[in-house]
């Protein structure tokens, strides 16, 4: 079991550095029947950072956003989702305590909650969830 943010859930729809460590993480857990788990938000910050990419370079245009798109939905199904009412007032304090957006720390506040570790490549976060004990996986430095 792992938690995963949307740094790493778009590796696993977008060729980026990264991205086959990533699919290979991924795949191991679920093989073993392992469940990857995110705050409901994950879709939404994925799906936006599509955006952005398309909207900033031609090479995410046409049939490769269409696919990217269609492999996020295919992604996202296979997630099992944490309710952000259950985590908010946690997330709320890991924000304010370690300085991190509260979109971040709704990761943080979802593998606290599960016992499990959290899949990023989102430098502040990791660093934030090591200090408060959680497994990073991904992130350099391991």
Do not use: C, W
């Amino acid at each position: 079991m792992m938690v995963i943010d949307a740094s790493a859930l778009i590796k696993l729809v977008l060729e980026e550095e990264h991205s086959k460590e990533t699919r290979a993480i991924v795949n191991g857990e679920l093989s073993k029947g392992e469940s990857i788990i995110a705050p409901e938000l994950v879709f939404t910050e994925a799906l936006n950072t599509i955006r952005t990419q398309s909207m900033s370079s031609k090479k995410l245009a046409g049939k490769e956003l269409d696919a990217a798109v269609d492999d996020l939905f295919e992604t996202f199904i296979r997630i099992d989702p944490v309710s952000t009412v259950e985590i908010g007032r946690n997330a709320l304090k890991i924000s304010m305590e370690h300085k991190l957006t509260v979109y971040d720390a709704v990761y943080i506040a979802s593998s606290l909650l599960k016992g499990a570790p959290l899949l990023t490549f989102d430098k502040d976060m990791a660093l934030a969830a090591r200090r408060l004990n959680v497994e990073v996986i991904g992130y350099p430095g391991n």
